[in-house]
């Protein structure tokens, strides 16, 4: 396995590199040689304009990660108008944790501009790793310089490697470094997070009092527990109180009530902290939902699939294509995590779920927020929802009222788990 906290090696010449630009990546190499034109991605700007890359290398993920946020906040404060800022990362393909993240910018058009000197700035940061791009005089082959602070100077000290195309990866680069950053296969690796990010973050330790020592036995319960999946608004609330009413059960959340008092906080922090946040709350549920299932059926509302799926399309971007292949690791089932009897998937059309959020108007979640605005996000968090394997889970459409739907939900228990 690869050592989690180990720095990336840097071989530039075998990375490939990777830009998004209005939802569609780029990828470019670096070569001895140049080759007939710079890859599409340069050659399509402007010849007074030069790029930089700011990459994100540290031993210490939880460092890593909260640097990254902190700086896209400062430089889409600090930089022109004019200049493009563009999410970046480098990998070697296939590998697995080879990714580091950051930034590519384009400098505007007139000069002087103050891009270098806040690079500069930031690049004091010994974990941030400053690449310039220029272009030769007809803009056709573009040249890498790496920069360095000595003595606090920058100095160039690039080989100057050209720029050439490179065809994109078989897999999302995201998809090198989901698990134990995005998704989390262990109770053990979740709480690893939240125990490395106490120092910087002293609200973890009190979640972390909260957790159970291990994780809790996931060996099948008495009576059934059936989870209730679905988008918000899709009306799982208005279900998992029906079914509770209906069956006698008992109806719990992911993540539980002991670990509201954190979400908001944890909800502001970057995907590792947050992920790991939401990994464990799932882990509190189940030994909740594990005790009172040896008395009566419990009912869930949202649950590992939640996590899991929204962290993956999060994670990468564009269409659902970009998703990790369909029985990938990332969408299989803990093996330490309880696992339901059943999972109901609710499904929407998407006009009616808007209505369903106009008519409730209450605040939403930041990642909410994104499911209404960005098409596409929606479709690769409802595509990593059906592709997670593990548990029995069924797609029910739930355009038909409360009380239909409660009925057809409760054949479907009554079939599926002899109630
Ligand atoms: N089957 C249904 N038909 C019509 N409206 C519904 C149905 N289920 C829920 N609603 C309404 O849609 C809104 C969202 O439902 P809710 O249960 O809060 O969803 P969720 O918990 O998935 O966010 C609420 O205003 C609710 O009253
Ligand atoms: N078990 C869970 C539950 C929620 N999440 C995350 C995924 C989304 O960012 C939000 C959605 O939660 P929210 O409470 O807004 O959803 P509902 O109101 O229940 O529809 O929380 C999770 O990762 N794991």
Redesign the pocket.
Known sequence: MAAKHALPVLRWSSRVFSVELNGAPFYFALADRPEAEAPRLFGQLPRARRCFSLLLRSADRVHAARLHARLRDALLRELPPECRLAPMCSFLPEVRDSVLRGFFLQDGPDSPSPTPRLLEALAQQHALLLCSYTPDRENRHWTQHVWSLEGGTRVDVGTGLCVVCSEAPRCHPAALSMINSDVFRTFQDARDVLTECVAVLPEASSVLEHLPSRAPSSAPPAFPVLVVE????????????SLRDALGAVLLRSPPQSLAPWRALFDREPPLLRRAFYAVGNYVTAEQAAQQAMKTPVVV?RFWHSTAAYAIATAVSGPPSGLPDPGSEVYRWPADLLRPSLVVL?TLDPE?RRR??R??GQGKTEEERQLDHNQLFRLRVEEAYRRISGPPCIAVD????????LQQVLLLVRSRCCL
């Open positions: 679905g988008l918000d608004a899709t009306g799982k609330t208005t279900l998992t109180e509302d609710l009616e369903r959020l008519d409730r739930a355009s038909p009222s409360a009380d239909q739907l």
